[in-house]
């Protein structure tokens, strides 16, 4: 296990690790109400799809907790707009809708019983997601190992790890588990303008975890698999359509289109709650925009000229004929991803 906890439930509160202050401080911040958790999820003091899927689950107990209804009905509508307020968070991961959704039915399924026990019933099914998530995560890292060979030299881009999931990580839970299995790996991180989650966020878990590991500035992928060589890519996903379209962390696609270039293999580690069987394509995955100032900006200096507009896509779409394979806790899908994915999600995904 690792010794930080991206989130944790201390009773009546939800306790996030503040992600933004990393790697100089580390810090939690208690939230005790559903307003704060969706304005935690936009600023990004917790990030990384299963987390924030995560976050909102509890995001949802606490609504349930501070109401005061007397009346199951009454209990629902301020869960119902709690819910409204943390879909409106952040649009593109899957896993914070998905989350969310399984909460609502488990409430929708129980509208009979009484306010406590629905209340104790939400908490529940949070607390549910929280675990489901590092068992799959730990699975993902097992069912990976045949694709990783010893030594391995790993190129990641982003933050996939412990932070951006409830434990362990789901890229880099793959290397984390090579890593605990004996395997010799060295870990490329991209550093992953503009927030920096690969020189931040990455290389911190890495170092704590002793992982062998050099950070590079994103433009250097490509040169890296020329020069060094990398045996494979593997990065995470924030939503992955029926297609196997994966959209994830801006930059991903320039690396698929590298390692493509390299004959590299390029995998995509996620859990099945990432997968959005009700899309078809990544056409139709709503991309976040960020403000300007994480382009304009680094820190308080500004870095770009004022007048020089920018254009800030927090994510993007890798089209599914550059991923090798999709590495899920259910399986590895290969393509074509329609069939691999459809037969993956049916086999209990
Ligand atoms: O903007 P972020 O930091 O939330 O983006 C995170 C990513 O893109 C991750 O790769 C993805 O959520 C998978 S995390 C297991």
Redesign the pocket.
């Known amino acids: 296990m690792a010794i930080f906890r991206s989130l944790e439930w201390s009773g009546n509160a939800l306790r996030l690790l503040d992600q933004r202050r990393l790697p100089s401080e580390t810090r939690y911040v208690e939230l005790y109400d559903p307003e704060s958790v969706a304005e935690a999820i936009r600023s ?1 003091v917790i ?6 899927g995560a976050a909102a689950a509890y995001g949802l107990a606490l609504a349930a907790l501070n109401s005061p209804a007397v009346q199951t009905s009454d209990l629902i509508r301020d869960v119902e707009k709690a819910a409204d307020l943390l879909r409106n968070s ?1 649009p593109t ?1 899957v896993n914070l809708f998905w989350a969310i959704q399984r909460v609502m039915n488990k409430v929708y399924a129980n509208h009979e019983t009484t306010c406590d026990k629905l209340r104790d019933l939400i908490l529940q099914e949070a607390h549910k997601i929280a675990e489901e998530d590092i068992r799959a995560n730990r699975q993902i890292g097992q069912n990976a190992q045949p694709l990783v060979p010893n030594p391995a030299r790993i190129l990641h ?5 412990s932070l ?2 409830v434990d362990y ?3 880099l839970g793959i290397v984390r588990c090579a890593f605990e299995s004996g395997k010799q790996v060295h870990v490329y991180l991209d550093e992953t303008r503009p ?1 920096l ?1 690969g020189a931040r966020l990455s290389a911190w878990e890495l170092n704590q975890l002793g992982i062998p590991h050099t950070v590079i500035v994103d433009g250097a992928s490509g040169f890296v698999m020329r020069k060094i060589g990398i045996d494979l890519c593997v ?4 939503r992955i359509a029926a297609n196997g379209d994966a959209a ?2 801006i930059g ?1 696609y320039n690396l698929a289109l590298a390692a493509k270039a390299h004959g590299v293999p390029f995998y995509v ?2 859990p099945t709650s ?1 997968i959005d069987m009700n899309i078809r394509s990544g056409d139709e995955i709503p991309i ?1 925009e960020r403000s300007a100032e994480e382009i304009t900006h680094v820190g308080k200096e500004r870095i770009v000229p004022e007048g020089s507009p920018v254009l800030n896509f ?2 993007d779409v890798t089209p599914a004929h550059l991923i090798t394979a999709i590495i899920t806790e259910a399986g590895i899908a290969y393509p074509p991803f329609e069939e691999s994915l459809a037969r993956l999600m049916d086999s209990g995904g």
Do not use: L, S, W, Y
């Open positions: 990004m990030r990384g799809a299963p987390a924030i952040r991961a881009h982003c933050n996939t790890g951006a999931t990580g789901t890229a927030r989650q990065v995470g996903a924030d994830n962390k991903t580690a996620a990432t976040e927090a994510f």
